[in-house]
């Protein structure tokens, strides 16, 4: 992303007292903005993905209070970033290796008595983007187990707080604190160097990458426990990665199958949920109220999207809508014989509304009921059940 389309953040004013909220809420701005950039960065200098995201976390609490108190300097990640990086010469002080990394730690570092980092950005468009893809690599490798790197992508690529991870994931915050922990921990014992791996084994390990945002985005559509059928702040926050996976990775096909599966996805919330939150089904959903704009965006990113039982249920959809339920029984019972998607509600919940209107009311019910238990969604759960009663009528 070019500099030029990076929001500008609004000045603290200096007069009067410290004005913590205003400060506040331009940290916040800035390190969703560029979280990403600036701890890539600081784990490229330092070579430590652990030792980055602390020291750039330390810079964060540094601003809080000197940018309420001075109000925000010229260029605010400039600011941050050498506040980090004397953190990082401290660190190595404590640790008491003066080794090469401190020398060239302190060499970087050398500036003008008093300098603020109010100077240009000590990185290229081209620097950033390795910064950025690595750190995605990083933060997704095969060596840690799935949820860990849900939480550890959403906080150092997303930017989010361990509270905002927790509502999203729906688990206790120490819980996330102590995967994102472990999680550096596992990349330190692995030596996993931030680094972008080499093209055949970036080609191996991206799907690790985009099967990570995949579940975020599927979190965020339906989520699979809780009281909302929508989550669309995770949603976003994937199609958001994902945006950014496909900008620093143009010739790769499967990362623009995601955007566009996310992306048209996205496209029906508007019209998923009635004003009291319940869902609504497709059938039944105003179209008027779709995003078209995500429409488009998800049809110009559509290259071509990995065969999948998923793809094939929805292929099966769309084909009950041009030619009847009959045609399309047939591919969802090909996709069930494969038994991919053995313990998912979707399959039962598609077979159950073909049967009903193929007037196989019995089996119909009894799929939809099967689904209901599979469900974990509360709405969602109760749309299958609504369904299954009203075949009774």
Same mark, same amino acid.
């Given at each position: ?38 701890? /890539? ?7 430590? #993905? ?38 990082? &010469? ?23 008595? /008093? ?43 997303? /930017? ?50 985009? /099967?990570?945002?995949? &579940?975020? #985005? ?36 499967? &990362? ?12 029906? #919330? ?46 099966? &959809? ?51 009921? #099967? ?23």
């Amino acid at each position: 992303m070019a500099r030029a389309d990076r929001p500008a953040l609004s000045t603290v004013t200096t007069d009067g007292p410290p004005d913590v909220e205003a400060a506040r809420r331009a940290v916040e701005a800035l390190w969703r903005i560029e979280s990403a950039r600036i701890i /890539g960065a600081l784990a490229r200098y330092t070579g430590d #993905f652990a030792l980055a995201e602390d020291v750039a976390q330390e810079a964060v609490a540094q601003a809080l209070v000197g940018w309420a108190r001075d109000g925000v300097p010229a260029n605010p990640v400039g600011w941050l970033l050498t506040t980090a990086r004397r953190r990082a &010469v401290d660190a190595f002080r404590r640790r008491a290796a003066l080794d090469d990394r401190y020398a060239v730690l302190a060499g970087q570092l050398a500036e003008p008595a /008093g300098g603020s980092g109010d100077g240009d950005l000590p990185w290229g468009p081209d620097r950033v983007d390795d910064d950025v893809l690595a750190l995605m690599f990083v933060a997704c490798h095969p060596v840690l187990a799935p949820p860990a790197r849900l939480a550890l992508t959403l906080r150092v690529v997303g /930017g989010l707080s361990c509270e905002e991870i927790a509502r999203a994931l729906l688990v206790p915050v120490p819980t996330v604190q102590a995967r994102i922990t472990r999680a550096k921990k596992t990349i330190a014992a692995a030596r996993v160097p931030f680094a972008l791996p080499e093209p055949p084994q970036r080609r191996e390990r991206l799907g690790a990458v985009l /099967g990570t945002l995949y &579940v975020i #985005f599927t979190e965020g559509s339906t989520a699979t426990a809780g009281a909302d059928l929508l989550r669309p702040d995770l949603a976003y926050e994937a199609i958001r990665l994902a945006r950014t996976l496909a900008a620093l990775l143009p010739a790769e096909p499967e &990362v623009y199958g995601l955007l566009a599966l996310c992306e048209l996805t996205a496209a029906r #919330f508007p019209a998923r949920v009635d004003a009291d939150g319940e869902a609504v089904l497709l059938a039944d959903q105003d179209r008027r109220r779709w995003d078209r704009s995500a429409v488009r965006r998800g049809m110009a990113a559509l290259g071509r999207v990995a065969p999948s039982p998923v793809v094939e249920l929805n292929r099966a &959809v769309a084909v009950a809508m041009a030619d009847g339920p009959q045609p399309a029984l047939a591919l969802v019972d090909e996709v069930a014989a494969t038994g991919r998607l053995a313990g998912s509600h979707l399959l039962p919940g598609v077979r159950g509304e073909l049967l009903a209107r193929l007037g196989r009311t019995a089996e119909a019910r009894a799929e939809l009921e #099967f689904a209901a238990r599979l469900c974990r969604n509360v709405r969602e759960r109760t749309v299958l059940l609504r369904r299954a009663d009203d075949l009774d009528g």
